[in-house]
């Protein structure tokens, strides 16, 4: 192999983007006003800057790239926020997508781009994360799952005298159990002294309840029986009630304090082994490169842990996200878990659709070389048609059309070359020449259309003529067979070498 870049010839494909952009702007703002459509080709080009700069070897650029399909994604997002209830949304929507595809084809020149696809699978991982924290965090903050639940716990607990001792006992036995899990943990997070420490003492007291003696299980198992008796119960609080100092004092200590303190003892030694499984997670998470893992999903991380910032904010200022009114799952998963599971969602969208050049070409429809520019010149396209009958001004119309077929000319040859000379190829004469017959082909063309829509259309269909509807279609049809005829004469001039 030459190992020699095949991709699209540098200077031709940057004109190939820029002649997308003022196509779909001047679509778009012909039909709309200027916030989606700026939003729409904005989202398309943060896209494209993603995709190519996840096609580079450094972590950092990846991490940008990764930031960059997410900022994309949420620009595509706005626009269908922007644009729900107007007919010119699809419009819109075709607009951004057809940037995209074109920029991509035009910096990667790759039809299945493998690192766009696993960024927006990691970065989709850490957002479903997300989501499961924010649900969690909402239930608590919302409804007080974890209060209630050790409250209840503590109330059950010391409901009794005799229940509070003896719960106090199985406690104490838990602690114990867990000091068996945690001194191993401890001992492999510090570092090894070679003399005898806490963790040592910690390891002589820990006991597991399998090795507990049988007859201490069988004094429990008979402390529960009498607790779960109303008569021990009564029993056990008489004999309280009859020991002048001690039995306040003794009663007083097993109604909460001593509860709390081996809770929290407890609770301490829970969190030392939700850490270690944790960690272990989190290595087999990252895989054998984290770094590299890490950086395909910087835009997923960031996201999570701005909208979780963010409305927390919110809630501390008194700002209500979600309507008063909202009742149901929204209720339960909260305004972070929506923000973050409709982010996946766009996401989910944007695989889909910067997948469309390569399943396209894997069908034949498109050339697999240059899919992305065939593939956005066809959406420009069908966008003009739509925004043609949105009201689009015909000479908007017909720049449309004409910029479209531009795209995909400038982009093939673009890269013709690259794929001949290379993409760093110094061809600045043959791309002069080919853009300017190209564009003065389009340039007759556009002048035919608009002579035959200006000129031909009132002398075939006078206002005041019944049959004017259809010999207004017929001339429209002549418009479009003049554009296209011009096209494939564009298509025609292939003969000649691309490095002349």
């Known amino acids: 192999m030459s190992g020699l870049d095949t991709r699209p010839v540098e200077s031709t494909a940057a004109l190939t983007g820029t002649l997308a952009v003022v196509v779909a702007l001047a679509i778009g703002l012909g039909i709309g006003t200027p916030v989606p459509v700026a939003t729409s080709v904005l989202g398309g080009l943060a896209l494209a800057g993603g995709a190519w700069s996840l096609d580079q070897e450094t972590n950092a650029r990846i991490a940008a790239g990764s930031v960059a399909l997410l900022a994309g994604s949420l620009c595509l997002g706005a626009t269908l926020f922007l644009g729900r209830g107007s007919y010119a949304l699809p419009v819109y929507v075709g607009l951004a997508v057809a940037v995209a595809v ?65 719960t106090l006992q199985l406690a104490v036995l838990g602690v114990l159990g867990l000091l068996t899990r945690v001194v191993p943990v401890l001992s492999g997070w510090l570092p090894d002294t070679g003399t005898d420490g806490p963790l040592d003492t910690l390891d002589d007291v820990a006991v597991s309840p399998r090795r507990l003696p049988r007859a201490v299980l069988a004094v429990l198992a008979l402390e529960v029986l009498v607790a779960l008796s109303p008569v021990g119960r009564s029993l056990f609080a008489l004999f309280l009630d009859s020991v002048p100092v001690v039995g306040p004092l003794l009663e007083l200590a097993l109604s909460w304090p001593l509860h709390v303190l081996v809770g929290l003892v407890g609770a301490a030694l829970c969190c030392v082994l939700l850490a270690d499984a944790l960690q272990v997670w989190v290595v087999d998470w990252l895989g054998d490169d984290p770094a590299r893992t890490l950086a395909l999903q910087a835009g997923g991380l960031l996201t999570v842990a701005v909208t979780l910032v963010g409305t927390t904010v919110a809630s501390v200022f008194g700002v209500t996200l979600l309507s008063a009114d909202t009742t149901g799952v929204a209720s339960l998963v909260g305004p972070a878990g929506i923000v973050l599971g409709g982010t996946v969602s766009l996401l989910l969208l944007v695989g889909i659709v910067l997948q469309t050049p390569s399943l396209l070409s894997a069908y034949g429809l498109v050339p697999a070389s240059t899919a992305g520019f065939a593939t956005g010149s066809a959406l420009l396209f069908v966008t003009t048609l739509a925004a043609a009958e949105l009201g689009l001004a015909t000479p908007l119309v017909v720049l449309g059309v004409a910029g479209a077929i531009l795209v995909w000319d400038v982009g093939a040859h673009a890269k013709s070359i690259g794929v001949h000379l290379g993409r760093a190829a110094d061809s600045t004469d043959s791309q002069f020449v080919h853009v300017t017959g190209s564009a003065l082909v389009l340039t007759g063309g556009v002048a035919v259309a608009l002579a035959a829509r200006y000129l031909l259309v009132p002398i075939l269909a006078p206002a005041a003529d019944p049959t004017a509807a259809l010999r207004s279609a017929v001339a429209l049809g002549l418009v479009v067979v003049t554009v296209l005829a011009f096209a494939a004469a564009i298509m025609a001039r292939e003969g000649r070498p691309t490095a002349e």
């Open 102 to 166: 074109v920029a991509i084809d035009a910096t990667t020149g790759l039809v299945e781009n493998e690192p766009l696809g696993t960024a927006l699978r990691e970065s989709g991982n850490a957002l479903l994360i997300g989501i499961v924290l924010a649900v969690l965090l909402n239930l608590n903050a919302e409804f007080g799952v974890l209060v209630a639940f050790f409250g209840t716990l503590l109330a059950v607990s010391v409901a009794t005298p005799l229940g509070a001792f003896v």
